[in-house]
T-cell receptor, first 111, second 114 residues
Framework: LAKTTQPISMDSYEGQEVNITCSHN???????ITWYQQFPSQGPRFIIQ???TKVTNEVASLFIPADRKSSTLSLPRVSLSDTAVYYC????????????FGTGTQLKVEL | ETGVTQSPTHLIKTRGQQVTLRCSSQ?????VSWYQQALGQGPQFIFQ???????GRGNFPPRFSGLQFPNYSSELNVNALELDDSALYLC?????????????FGNGTRLTVT
């Protein structure tokens, strides 16, 4: 089963850029990396997904290096409402689907 | 478009009992997966169903079982409840081919085992 690790917590201030890295040591050739945001008492919410290089959408960017052993979620100009737990997810399809969430990063944004 | 709904929202059971949790998929989604999230931890994958068949399973014992119905709704059954089963149980639906189809989560069922 893939093992994914993230920093436990990060602190930032409004308007700053935040980068959260996930290490996925057993990622398979065809695994995609997806990032989710979770607020207390809610289910995770999709942020962004990628396979390699760089992906950007209206809320975030995702950087995946050539070896794909890690990925970095970049949140530009965070606000107080971005305070949440962020998870990376890898999906392995060999021998049945297995979905592995990272350990989660608690982001706290202050004024 | 109707999102993923789970019922009940909260549940209290006694050790040794059995429990059934329910999930209605988002409209148009044919794949459902279940997760256990203990307090302060990330979601742990239990299993996934596609067109009524289990097509993936995490490291959970057989007393965790599931069903998917023709309308793609789903149930999670847990037998012989243990205290450590206390957690938030999340359901997520997606389109076939989870690799590129984002998961859409419900807000979970909070199970407390006493």
């Amino acid at each position: 089963l893939a093992k994914t690790t993230q920093p436990i917590s990060m602190d930032s201030y409004e308007g700053q850029e935040v980068n959260i890295t996930c290490s996925h040591n057993n990622i398979a050739t065809n695994d995609y990396i997806t990032w989710y945001q979770q607020f207390p008492s809610q289910g995770p919410r999709f942020i962004i997904q990628g396979y390699k290089t760089k992906v950007t959408n209206e809320v975030a960017s995702l950087f995946i290096p050539a070896d794909r052993k890690s990925s970095t979620l970049s949140l530009p100009r965070v606000s107080l409402s971005d305070t949440a737990v962020y998870y990376c997810l890898s999906v392995t399809t060999g021998g049945g689907n297995k979905l592995t969430f990272g350990t989660g990063t608690q982001l706290k944004v202050e004024l | 478009e109707t999102g993923v709904t789970q019922s009940p929202t909260h549940l209290i059971k006694t050790r040794g009992q059995q429990v059934t949790l329910r999930c209605s998929s988002q409209s148009g989604h044919n794949t459902v997966s279940w997760y256990q999230q203990a307090l302060g931890q990330g979601p742990q994958f239990i299993f996934q169903y596609y067109r009524e068949e289990e097509n993936g399973r995490g490291n959970f014992p057989p007393r965790f079982s599931g069903l998917q119905f023709p309308n793609y709704s789903s149930e999670l059954n847990v037998n012989a409840l243990e205290l450590d089963d206390s957690a938030l149980y999340l359901c997520a639906s997606s389109l076939a081919g989870t690799q590129t189809s984002p998961l859409h989560f419900g807000n979970g069922t909070r199970l407390t085992v006493t």
